[in-house]
């Protein structure tokens, strides 16, 4: 039986709705809406309003229901960076330089309130959701990333043990919220583990304590295979 991320995901690709646009339909955050794609949670609550911008019942979004809805949405796009997305002419696009991501937790870079740069969007990124990239600070993640290198990121594509990931750490002060790039290595008891390439150092962090994880976009998953 298909789980109800997979077909929230083909629900979205039928009528050309984005993921952040279903989130504002729906009321939920844009994370509430990737960790459901992605699998991470089996029951989520408020299925009724993910439902209802779908225009699908509740029963076929839990799979009780087999009948496939009809195509009949007609999709209105949020204004996204103050103009609508266009996606006939997204390769003409920019992806922004979010931060700098730092290899070292303890000399994290603080997060700007602005874009610090752009790069061209990649033709093969095309139908990708608010990718964005960071520059790496440091040499602690080498040979994966070196100092000045640039990461492509995605908020949205599910991340597992071994893939290389930026975090930012909750801080009572938002100006003082860092990100730091670690390879990714699980969540258990309350602890979510990173690990340091160089030298090989293992970071335990209370998960609570993490504002979000983001998948750093693989050699493979950057030209499109």
């Known amino acids: 039986m298909t789980d109800i991320g997979t077909r929230i995901k083909n629900r979205l690709d039928e009528i050309g709705m984005s993921q952040s646009e279903l989130a504002r339909q729906s009321g939920k955050s844009q994370s509430s809406i990737n960790v459901i794609i992605a699998g991470r949670v089996k029951n989520p609550g408020g299925v009724e309003n993910i439902a209802k911008p779908l225009g699908v019942s ?82 602690s993640m080498s040979p994966a990333f070196n100092n000045k290198d640039i990461a492509l990121i995605s908020p949205y594509l599910p991340y597992g043990k071994g893939d290389i990931v930026v975090f930012v750490e909750k801080h009572s002060d938002h100006l003082n ?19 340091q390439l160089n030298p090989n150092i293992l970071i335990r962090i209370p998960t609570n304590k993490i504002l979000y994880i983001h998948k750093i976009l693989s050699h493979r998953e950057i030209i499109g295979l």
Do not use: C, H
């Open 58 to 139: 509740v029963n076929w979004l839990l799979g009780i229901d087999i009948e496939k809805p009809a195509n009949n949405i007609k999709v209105v796009q949020a204004v996204k960076m103050g103009r609508p997305v266009n996606k006939a002419t997204i390769s003409r696009d920019f992806i922004p330089i979010k931060a700098i991501a730092a290899g070292d937790l303890m000399s994290g870079k603080a997060l700007p309130t602005k874009d610090i740069g752009r790069i061209p969007w990649p033709p093969t990124f095309m139908g990708m959701e608010d990718v964005y990239s960071v520059f790496i600070s440091g040499d």
């Open 177 to 195: 919220e860092k990100m730091s790039i670690k390879q990714f290595g699980g969540t258990e008891g309350g602890m979510t583990t990173f690990t």
